[in-house]
C-alpha cells in the first residue's frame, strides 16, 4: 500500500512537472526559429556593443538610448562597466552616437544601470527624460533634465517607492508623473526570478504621481513594455511571456479598463507608438529561451512587428524585419523617424534600416 503510494506520487510529481515543464517552453516560445524579412538598407550603428535596451526619439529626430543594462540571469558583454545613455541625432546622414555626460551632485555613476526610458516635453519645450535605474539590482526612476546645448543630462531627483520594486519600462506623462511596469515580484539570488520559472504572473502595471500612487492593472506573466496612444485614450502593455499586447482605455482619473488582447507568436517587449499614425513598433524576442539562456553559438534572433488599428475591428500585424541572430541579437525595441527605422536590442548592438 506504501510503496503503491509512493507510486503514486512519484507520478503525480512526474506528471505535474511534464505539464509545468510543458507550460514553461510555451511560455518561452522555446521552439520557434524566424523566417527572415529583410529590409533594403541596414548598417549597424557604430558606437553601440554593449545594448540599446530602451530608445526613444523626439519629434525633433534626437534619439537617446539607454546602454549597458545589467538584469539577473541574462547576458551582458560589459559587466564590469556601468551603463549610460546615448543621444544619435537621427537628421544626420551617417548617424554616429554621443554618450551623454551626466551632472548632479548626488547621482551615483558608478552603480548606474539603465533600463526602460521616456521623454516629456513641456510648455517650455523643457525635455525631461526619466530613466528605469537598477542601482545594485535595486529600482528606482531618475528624473534628468535634458540639456541640449551641453550635450547633457542634469539629474533632478531619484524616485523609489514600495510598489515599485521592479520596474522594467515608463511612459512619462510629467516630468514626476508616469504609468509604469514592474516586471517581477522579486528577485532570489539563485532562482533568480521565481515567476519566469514557476508562471505566477505576478508582474503589474503602477500609476505614479507624487500625491497619488496606485496599482492599475495586473496579473501579468511579465509585463514589460508599455506605451500610450497619441491621442492619449489608450495605454499599451506588452506581456512577454504571455506573447500578448493588452490594449486598456485610460480614464480621466487614471484608472485603466482592459478593452482588447492581441496574441502573437513571439515574446513582445518595448512597445513604440508613431506620434503620427498611432501604429504600433514592437522589439520582439521570437524564441525566450535564446534570450534567457544565452548562447553564442545559438544568438538569440532579432523580430519587429508593426500593428496597425490595433483598437479597430481588423488590426493588420506586419512582421517588418527578422533576422536569426547571426547580424543582430535579441531587439528589445524599435522606432520610425522619416522613413527610417531604428531597431535596440537588449545587450548586443543596434541597427538603423531604411523602410
Ligand atoms: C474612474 O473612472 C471610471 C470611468 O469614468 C469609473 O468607471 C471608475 O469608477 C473611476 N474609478 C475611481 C477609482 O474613481
Ligand atoms: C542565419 O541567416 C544567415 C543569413 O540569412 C545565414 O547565412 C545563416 O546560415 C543563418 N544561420 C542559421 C544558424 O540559420
Ligand atoms: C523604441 C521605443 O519606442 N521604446 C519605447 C519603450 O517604452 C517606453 C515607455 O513606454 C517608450 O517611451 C519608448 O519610446
Known amino acids: 500500500m506504501a510503496k503503491l503510494l509512493v507510486l503514486t506520487l512519484l507520478g503525480l510529481g512526474l506528471a505535474l512537472f511534464r505539464d509545468h515543464r510543458s507550460s514553461y517552453q510555451t511560455r518561452l516560445n522555446a521552439f520557434r526559429e524566424v523566417d527572415p524579412v529583410e529590409l533594403p538598407n541596414c548598417n549597424l550603428v557604430k558606437g553601440i556593443e554593449a545594448g540599446s535596451e530602451d530608445l526613444e526619439i523626439l519629434p525633433n529626430g534626437l534619439a537617446f538610448i539607454s546602454s549597458g543594462l545589467k538584469y539577473p540571469g541574462l547576458k551582458s558583454f560589459e559587466p564590469d562597466k556601468p551603463g549610460k545613455i546615448l543621444l544619435m541625432d537621427l537628421n544626420e546622414e551617417d548617424p554616429t552616437v554621443l554618450e551623454l555626460r551626466i551632472t548632479g551632485s ?111 492593472a495586473d496579473q501579468f506573466d511579465f509585463a514589460n513594455g508599455i506605451n500610450i496612444s497619441p491621442d492619449s485614450k489608450y495605454v499599451y502593455v506588452a ?59 545559438n544568438p538569440p534572433a532579432s523580430e519587429v512587428l508593426r500593428i496597425q488599428n490595433i483598437v479597430s475591428e481588423q488590426p493588420k500585424v506586419t512582421v517588418v524585419y527578422a533576422e536569426n541572430g547571426t547580424l543582430l541579437q535579441g531587439s528589445a525595441a524599435a522606432s520610425v523617424y522619416k522613413g527610417k527605422l531604428l531597431i535596440g536590442t537588449v545587450f548586443h548592438k543596434a541597427l538603423y534600416c531604411e523602410l
Open 106 to 216: 548626488k547621482f551615483d555613476l558608478s552603480s548606474f544601470n539603465p533600463h526602460g526610458i521616456s521623454t516629456f516635453t513641456d510648455e517650455d519645450d523643457t525635455v525631461y527624460l526619466l530613466v528605469v535605474n537598477h542601482p545594485d539590482l535595486k529600482s528606482t526612476v531618475e528624473l534628468f533634465k535634458f540639456q541640449e546645448e551641453e550635450k547633457s543630462l542634469l539629474h533632478l531627483k531619484t524616485i523609489r517607492h514600495k510598489l515599485l520594486p521592479n520596474v522594467n519600462d515608463i511612459v512619462a506623462m510629467g516630468p514626476e508623473h508616469f504609468y509604469s511596469t514592474n516586471d517581477r515580484y522579486f528577485v532570489d539570488p539563485y532562482l533568480k526570478s521565481w515567476e519566469l520559472y514557476l508562471g505566477l504572473a505576478w508582474s503589474y502595471v503602477v500609476y505614479y504621481s507624487p500625491n497619488d500612487i496606485r496599482m492599475v
Open 239 to 297: 506581456e512577454s511571456l504571455a506573447h500578448k499586447i493588452h490594449v486598456y482605455e485610460k480614464h480621466a482619473n487614471w484608472t485603466l479598463t482592459p478593452l482588447k488582447v492581441r496574441h502573437l507568436n513571439t515574446l513582445v517587449d518595448n512597445v513604440s507608438v508613431d506620434p503620427v499614425t498611432g501604429d504600433l513598433w514592437i522589439g520582439c524576442h521570437p524564441n525566450g529561451m535564446k534570450i534567457f539562456f544565452y548562447d553564442s553559438a
